[in-house]
C-alpha cells in the first residue's frame, strides 16, 4: 500500500528546517553582538560550542545532509554555538554568484539564511576558485575567502573547533 508518504530523510530534513526557523524566535530576542547575527563573536570566542564543517562535494544529497545537520545543531544549541562551513573543491559553486554546475537554489537560500540570520561562516578555498578563474568578488557578499581550506580547517581545529567532514 503506497500512501506517497515523503521519504524519511525529506521528512527529518524538514523537520530540521522548521525546527531551525522557530529558533529564530528565541535568538532574535537577544540583543546581538556587533558583527555578528546571533549575538556572540565571529570568531566562536563567547561559545562553548564550536564545530567547523569541510564541505567538498557538489552532490546535492551531500551538502543537504551537511545543511542538515547546520539546522539541527543551530536549534540545539540555539545562541551558544559557532558554526563555521569551509567549502573547496566542487562543493565551492555552492557559494558562487554565477556557479559553474547545477546548485540547487534552495541550498543557496538556506546557506544566506545561516549565514545572514544565524552568523554561520561560510569560507571559500581561494586555491580552488583560482583553479576555475574565480576571484572574491565572484563569491556571494558574505562569504569570507582564505587561501587554504586545509588550512582553515587546521587554524580553526587550534581554535577549539570540533571538525565534522562527511
Request: glycine content about 8%; some cysteine.
Amino acid at each position: 500500500m503506497n500512501l506517497n508518504l515523503p521519504s524519511r530523510r525529506h521528512l527529518i530534513g524538514s523537520l530540521a528546517g522548521l525546527a531551525a526557523a522557530s529558533a529564530t524566535m528565541d535568538v532574535s530576542a537577544a540583543s546581538p553582538a556587533a558583527g555578528s547575527a546571533s549575538g556572540m563573536a565571529m570568531d566562536g570566542s563567547g561559545t562553548r560550542n564550536k564545530i567547523v564543517y569541510q564541505l567538498n562535494k557538489a552532490e546535492a544529497d551531500y551538502q543537504e545532509d551537511i545543511l542538515n545537520s547546520v539546522s539541527a545543531m543551530l536549534t540545539k544549541f540555539v545562541d551558544d554555538i559557532s558554526i563555521v562551513l569551509v567549502v573547496w573543491g566542487p562543493g565551492i559553486h555552492l557559494l558562487a554568484k554565477n556557479p559553474k554546475r547545477p546548485v540547487s537554489e534552495l541550498f543557496q537560500q538556506r546557506v544566506r539564511s545561516m549565514a545572514e540570520s544565524y552568523g554561520v561562516r561560510f569560507i571559500a578555498c581561494e586555491n580552488t576558485m583560482k583553479t576555475i578563474g574565480w576571484a572574491a568578488r565572484d563569491m556571494q557578499n558574505f562569504i569570507e575567502v582564505e587561501d587554504f581550506g586545509a588550512a582553515a580547517m587546521m587554524r580553526l581545529q587550534q581554535q577549539g573547533y570540533a571538525y565534522l567532514a562527511w
